[in-house]
Structures are given as C-alpha cells and as structure tokens.
C-alpha cells in the first residue's frame, strides 16, 4: 500500500482517521446524553417544585386574609366560569381549554384574576417546565380531543390545579383550614399532565381544580376498602378500586413507555413540596 492513501501530503487526516474519531465521539456522545437528559430532567423538576413554593405561600396569605377559608376551586384562578370576553369568543367548551388558550394566559390578562391570582400573580410560571416541554404532542383528554379546533391561540401555560375537596362544604369537602386533619398529607395544589391512562382517569388537565371523584364514587370505594383511604388507589382490581377522574401527574422520571407511571410534585398545606405516584392520589385529596 502506498504511503499516500495512509496519509495526505498536505499532513492532515486520512480518511480512516476522521473515521475513528467520528466513532470515538459517537461512542462518548452515547455514554453522556443519558446523564445530560437526566441532569436536564433534575433541573426541569426543581424548577417546577420552586414554582410550587409559590402557591404555598399563596395559599398560607389567602388563608389568613379570609378566616381560614379556602377559596374555591372553581374560581381560583379565574374570576368566572363564564365566557371570558374576549379572549374566549368563538372557543367550543372554553371552561375545559382555558389551561391551553393563550388568550386568557393571566400573565398577560391580569383582568381576568379570580380569588386567588392576586396571591399568585407574582409566580415565575404558572407551569412546570417538563410538562411545557411534554404538550407539543397535543392532549388525549376528551374535552380537547372535542373542541380544541375552536382555539385560536394553543399555548400550554399552566398545569398546576386546586385540590376539588378544599373550598366546598360537602360529606367529603371542607372549607376551612380547621377541617384539614393532617395538613401534611394534604395538597392544596398538585399538578396534572393532559395524558389519559382510561384504566386509572377518564380526564387530563381540563380544568382548575384536581378531583380524584364525586360524593358517590367515594362512598362506593369506602365501602370497597372498609373506610381506609389509604387503600383508595386506582387503577384495575385487585389492587385499584377503578378510574378515578383525575390522578397526579406521572411525568417526573416515569420510565419508558410509560409518562404517566412516574411522579407529580405536590403542595401541601404545611408549606412543603413533594414528588408522589398517581396511586397516592385520593389520599394525599382527601382533608378529613
């Protein structure tokens, strides 16, 4: 072989040589993008628990700004459940998409504050930054799948919801702090992911508010499990007591394949923030 083809006269690299650096840096790039995705994900994940700080201090002020009451969970983010004008004209099913209308993003819209956005506004992002990254493939929930041809303006902008047992007087509800039996337990918000798993939530994120069930499903699975809302998990028998409406979101290190099987930080009225699977989701709802 001749000296030429090993090397070029000009004294730069050979062609096998470019080769073997090229697989050399293949071969690095394939063992450092997995710690650089989980660095990423680790970062994405305290950023979106610091964005959760900020409703505990939102809800701790509300809370003593109003006797100890909750505000509703309909209504804590947005004045009415009515129709925003304008920036809900010509929206199919508004109520159910205000979480991607980038029309009524209340950074921008201040105007349309309910109880609790004043106590919030100041939040950095109203969104967990791996759920934001997570809606570029469009929601399976129900709602969107029916109506979201009606957006103008498709922009994910929040993602963290009022826990539906706070702010309602009913056999399951309460509505004040002194009710809550274990504020350390019990999140005030949590967040959602807009995947649905049919086995274990009929619903995304559609709404306000984190319901896991109404006033008859909760009777139905108290009897199931002999009045132990611990046992209250869903998801198919033996171990489920069935789909809940909505769960926890799953998105923080869920394993492949599966975005709903990891963790959803959450809120919790003691002032501190956690990451819990799905399955804890009644338990850490429910206030009594």
């Not at 610091?50 to 004045?79: E, I, P, Q, R």
């Not at 041809?149 to 702090?177: C, I």
């Not at 990891?262 to 699977?277: P, T, V």
């Amino acid at each position: 072989m001749k000296r030429g083809i090993l090397k070029s006269k000009s004294g730069g690299f050979t062609l096998i040589e470019l080769l073997i650096v090229i697989s050399i840096i293949a071969v690095l790039m394939a063992i450092i993008m997995p710690s650089l995705n989980k660095a990423r994900q680790l970062a994405m994940g305290i950023a979106c628990k610091g964005n959760m700080k900020t409703y505990t201090f939102a809800v701790a002020m509300y809370l003593d700004d109003n006797d100890g009451k909750f505000s509703n969970a309909d209504t804590c983010y947005f004045k009415t459940t009515q129709r925003l004008q304008p920036g809900e004209n010509g929206v199919n099913d508004w109520l159910h998409l205000r979480w991607c209308n980038g029309d009524i993003n209340l950074k921008d819209h201040p105007e349309y504050g309910g109880t609790l956005f004043s106590y919030i506004k100041n939040a950095s992002a109203f969104i967990c930054p791996t759920f934001k990254r997570l809606s570029r493939i469009k929601s399976d929930d129900q709602f969107f799948q029916a109506n979201a041809a009606s957006l103008k303006h498709y922009e994910p902008w929040y993602n963290y919801t009022q826990n539906g047992y706070l702010g309602e007087k009913g056999k399951y509800s309460v509505l004040s702090m002194s009710e809550v039996k274990k504020p350390a337990t019990t999140f005030s918000f949590t967040e959602e992911s807009s995947l649905v798993d049919t086995a274990y939530n009929q619903s995304g994120l559609n709404d306000t508010y984190m319901i896991p069930g109404d006033t008859a499903m909760i009777d139905r699975w108290m009897a199931a499990v002999g009045n132990n809302p611990k046992l209250i998990i869903p998801g198919p028998a033996p171990e489920g007591v069935g789909t809940f409406y909505d769960v926890i979101a799953g998105f923080h290190n869920a394993p492949s394949g599966d975005p709903l099987g990891g963790r959803g930080n959450c809120a919790f009225l003691d002032g501190h923030i956690d990451a819990h699977y799905r399955k804890e989701t009644f338990y850490l709802a429910y206030p009594k």
